[in-house]
């Protein structure tokens, strides 16, 4: 089992920045894939970024590259999503999740076991 936690959300203007960060426990982390998805209001939960525990490959979303930068840190069994020039189309809940999807599936829900409760970002105009 993996228990995740995310903190960091909140509410930020247009062109602003937050850093979610998610810690991880229960298990070693090797091998495993760490991805943020969000859901916004009745709207799917769908992919933002994600990256190999070991190696650090990453992977985003097109409506997210150069502005968001997903990264973790081995020590403190983190991984951390900045959000840079954030714009309101970014408001939703954001989600962590770990698991171990196929080279297909790592942008799929359902390639991740194990998911943390959800942080809220809104980003007023």
């Known amino acids: 089992q993996v228990q995740l936690v995310e903190s960091g959300g909140g509410l930020v203007q247009a062109g602003g920045s937050l850093r979610l960060s998610c810690t991880a426990s229960?298990?070693?982390?090797?091998?495993?894939?760490m991805g943020w998805f969000r859901q916004a209001p009745g709207k799917e939960r769908e992919f933002v970024a994600c990256?190999?525990?070991?190696?650090?490959?990453?992977y985003y979303v097109d409506s997210v590259k150069g502005r968001f930068t997903i990264s973790r840190d081995n020590a403190k069994n983190t991984v951390s999503l900045q959000m840079n020039s954030l714009k309101p189309e970014d408001t939703a809940v954001y989600y962590c999740?770990?698991?171990?999807?196929?080279?297909?599936?790592?942008?799929?829900?359902?390639?991740?076991?194990?998911w943390g409760q959800g942080t809220q970002v809104t980003v007023s105009s």
């Open positions: 229960g298990r070693t982390l090797s091998g495993y894939y």
């Open positions: 999740a770990a698991g171990y999807p196929s080279s297909l599936r790592i942008t799929m829900n359902g390639g991740y076991n194990y």
């Open positions: 990256i190999r525990w070991s190696g650090g490959n990453t």
